[in-house]
């Protein structure tokens, strides 16, 4: 299981906050393989988060038991698909070792309870027999990570055949869709495998794959971008480089990675010739009769070796003997990957008969050359005494440099556009301002259309800044007028087609077209007729000035008459106010003789009016008469 603390407390529940948190396990098998998703989704859902100190997980403990506990997990005899979802990097062999674990994984099936019970004993199991366990039991594996593990997870995609990486989201809602993308990739490849080779055997592939493709070495197991109804070939030859102990009859079996369906191979030796039916035996070619001469060589007595039998196998090297075994200026004998017997190497065999040690001194070998991609020679060629000799297109110490250009080439047939050179398959932009796949970007650039606006100005309209040296700077494109901006050609026409829309030196509109045709020749369309605005109507705008000005007059008399309105219906309104208030002093004054009527001003002043015949009554405002 991943680190986890020891502390009492924190077995129970292992997070440092008050969420609670079940306590620390490598892999619970929840539910077996059903179709009841409802049931599925209530499980998934009560699920409790546990907690480690470290960051990887213990996901290979998991992986290793799904792939072995068939019976457990509830496997049946279809493809299997394993998705592996994590956020997290994992713990492998070895990693054990630190916490006192030093027992390799055995690969078998320890659930008990639906609980892996030997996280405490066993070391986590390495790749290497992860692959061997989930390709025993036709197991493909979908890596369903976010964003942060994805280079991780891709690099173990390369050495675990038949597996897919896939980017899931923060709240994992692509799950279901990242599903169907993988299965779809994995099913549009077909990768062969064979069981163990017995020993002295190889076994080389050849593909005939899809569109004429070939493929060689590592290359000839597999055949990718297969569809529904596809039908592809392999090519499989065996070589015996040697009899086996017994005369005893071997089996190869041979089958498709993720399929449970398999061709098995009946190897049966043939170890005589016929040549050897004539052979001498005991034949003084043979250094004295130590041997049998047949087919041109000699076949050496049991303890004797050598080209001639001329050594036994019990003879002590001696200093000269071993002289003959080691390089010049070198102290190692026969590169100490071989043993020095009667004067010649003989060199070391290795577990994997695939892997050879070669040469008069043992000092080359077919296993030490570069790697790409984890293959030796990048699966493009073959190791030779550690140099790698590479496939037809195909260069570099790892092979891994393609010297097909295709990838390389522009929608406009030129290799990177012109503005770099193609490098194992990459273009390799000469000027830094590009990028791209074909150096097609350039980021500080100006564009096509501002960047030929000027010469495309000088050669349709004869006029612009370089007007005067247009035939001479302006004369790389061939020109064509059109009438109309429909007459200029539309996408799919034209290679490289690009439309523009410039301003000329009078603030004309004028439309073109450029593009650049397979045999890099530049085409410039043109609308002959510039789009230029229209000068302005004089009587129009004089007409709309006066008619504003005089709205504007009448709108400002007519606010001066409202204010004027409100400001004398204010000052009567306070006249009568004053008038209500004010208290008036009059005196009437009757005179019998006379007829004399007197009035009073508000001002007191009394003012007497005669009035002969009658009598007068003043009453003042303030209601007072007097008489």
Same mark, same amino acid.
């Given at each position: ?75 049946? /005899? ?59 039991n036709n197991i493909q594996t979908i890596f369903a990570v976010t964003v942060e ?32 993308? *993988?299965y779809n990739s994995l099913s549009s490849e077909l990768i062969l495998e064979n ?37 592809v070939e392999f090519e499989i030859s065996v070589t015996a480089h040697k009899c ?33 039916? *004539? ?10 009769? /130590? ?62 008969? /695939? ?104 050669? &349709? ?56 045709? *397979? ?62 208030? &004010? ?38 405002? /303030? ?5």
């Amino acid at each position: 299981m991943p680190y986890i603390s020891t502390t009492p407390a924190k077995l129970l529940n292992p997070c440092t906050t008050d969420q609670n948190c079940t306590s620390p396990f490598s892999y619970k098998n929840v539910l077996s393989l059903t179709s009841n998703g409802n049931l599925f989704n209530e499980l998934v859902g009560k699920q409790q988060i546990s907690g480690n100190l470290d960051s990887p997980e213990g996901g290979f403990d998991a992986i290793m038991q799904v792939a072995v506990c068939g019976d457990h997990i509830g496997w049946r /005899n279809v493809t299997r698909l394993l998705v592996f979802s994590t956020d997290a990097g994992f713990h492998f062999a070895g990693d054990g070792k630190l916490g006192g674990i030093v027992l390799p994984n055995d690969g078998k099936c320890h659930m008990q309870d639906n609980m892996y019970t030997m996280s405490h004993y066993y070391d986590y199991p390495s790749i290497a027999h992860l692959v061997q366990k989930l390709s025993e039991n036709n197991i493909q594996t979908i890596f369903a990570v976010t964003v942060e593990f994805q280079a991780v997870y891709k690099e173990l995609k390369n050495l675990i055949p038949k597996s897919a990486v896939g980017t899931l989201s923060s709240n994992s809602s692509n799950v279901i869709q990242l599903i169907i993308d *993988s299965y779809n990739s994995l099913s549009s490849e077909l990768i062969l495998e064979n069981s163990k080779l017995p020993e002295g055997v190889t076994i080389n592939y050849k593909s005939f794959c899809k569109n004429g493709v070939i493929g060689t070495g590592e290359n000839g197991r597999k055949c990718s971008n297969i569809s529904l109804g596809d039908q592809v070939e392999f090519e499989i030859s065996v070589t015996a480089h040697k009899c086996p102990k017994k005369d005893q009859t071997e089996s190869i079996k041979i089958k498709p990675l993720g399929f449970t369906e398999e061709v098995e191979i009946l190897l049966k030796f043939i170890c005589e010739c016929d040549c050897q039916e *004539s052979g001498t035996p005991d034949s003084p070619e043979c250094h004295f009769g /130590n041997g049998t001469f047949e087919c041109g060589a000699c076949r050496c007595n049991e303890g004797r070796i050598g080209k001639q039998c001329e050594c036994s196998t019990e003879q002590v090297s001696s200093e000269d003997m071993d002289a003959q075994c080691r390089k010049e200026n070198s102290s190692e004998i026969c590169s100490n990957n071989g043993d020095c017997i009667c004067g010649q190497c003989v060199c070391k065999k290795r577990e994997n008969p /695939n892997e050879v040690y070669s040469g008069k001194y043992c000092d080359c070998d077919n296993f030490n050359c570069d790697r790409s991609n984890g293959l030796i020679c990048g699966g493009n060629g073959v190791c030779k005494c550690r140099v790698c000799e590479c496939f037809p297109n195909y260069s570099g110490s790892a092979c891994d440099c393609s010297e097909d250009k295709s990838s390389c080439m522009a929608s406009n047939g030129q290799l990177c556009n012109g503005r770099g050179t193609c490098e194992c398959g990459r273009c390799k932009c000469t000027d830094p301002k590009f990028q791209g796949q074909t150096c097609e970007m350039c980021q500080t650039c100006v564009g096509v259309c501002a960047e030929h606006k000027e010469c495309v100005q000088c050669r &349709a309209f004869h006029k612009g800044e370089k007007q005067e040296g247009c035939d001479t700077q302006c004369a790389h494109f061939n020109l064509t007028m059109v009438d109309s901006r429909d007459k200029l050609p539309q996408p799919g026409q034209e290679d490289a087609l690009t439309h523009c829309k410039e301003k000329d030196v009078d603030d004309c509109w004028f439309y073109y077209t450029y593009s650049v045709n *397979s045999n890099s020749e530049v085409n410039v369309h043109v609308v002959k007729d510039p789009e230029c605005p229209s000068g302005p109507e004089i009587v129009p705008i004089v007409a709309g000035v006066v008619a504003g000005i005089v709205l504007i007059g009448l709108a400002l008399l007519l606010i001066w008459k409202l204010l004027m309105i409100i400001h004398d219906r204010r000052e009567f309104a306070k006249f009568e106010k004053e008038k209500m208030n &004010a208290k008036w002093d009059a005196v009437s004054i009757f005179a019998m003789t006379g007829m004399v009527g007197c009035y009073c001003t508000a001002l007191l002043d009394i003012t007497c009016q005669q009035f002969p015949g009658h009598t007068v009554m003043v009453y003042p405002t /303030n209601k007072y008469s007097f008489f």
